[in-house]
């Protein structure tokens, strides 16, 4: 996982930081939503949606330079990939839930922050797509990391947490065990054991 120095142009906060919050978010639930790879609250992430995430990353990785070693280290790109759209989602709500917006000029500027500080357009195509991000999702995980931001400001660090957690919970997360189960205590989906099952 990438790591960088500043909070608000680090890749790692606009990338890594929503998967490095898991810890911090909780859920539960386990039952089974026909042609749902999950569902959040009322709203469902169907297969088909994140089976077109995935395409698109695995397009992306093969026209890159580094393809091979790219689709060598992406073994769980489809459960990293849930679990991120997963993540947004709880993000989103305790935004709006705290009166939390961003604008699009707010989101390009912190694009363009994000690419002076690390190297250019470029680079920062390739470290997201190193994270199982293809281009064309990037500017939601800046989105989503804009307003996870905006709520430390507003609310601090340690409250933001505390929100997370609560605005998980009361979502009651739940996940097609194809793709694994809910670890409610890391907020992150562990893979399947289930011999039965076959992994997606």
Known sequence: MIRMI??????SVCAAGLLAAAPLLTACGSAPHPGAAAVVGKDRITVSQLQSQVEDVRRAQQTSPQGQQLLAGSARLSQDTLVRLIQYRIVERA??????????????????RVEQSNGGADAVRDRFL???VAPDQIDQALAMDLVRSKLDDK????????????????????????????????????????PWLRPA
């Open 6 to 11: 500043r909070r608000r142009t680090a890749l």
């Open 130 to 132: 190193a994270l199982g």
């Open 155 to 194: 609310l601090g660090a340690a409250r933001t947490n505390e929100v997370l957690m609560q605005t998980s919970d009361r979502l009651r997360v739940d996940v097609n065990p194809r793709y694994g189960t809910w670890d409610a205590r890391r907020g992150t989906a562990r893979p399947v054991q289930e």
């Open 95 to 112: 935004g709006q839930d705290n009166g939390v917006q961003i604008t699009r000029r707010q989101l390009q500027e912190q694009r363009a």
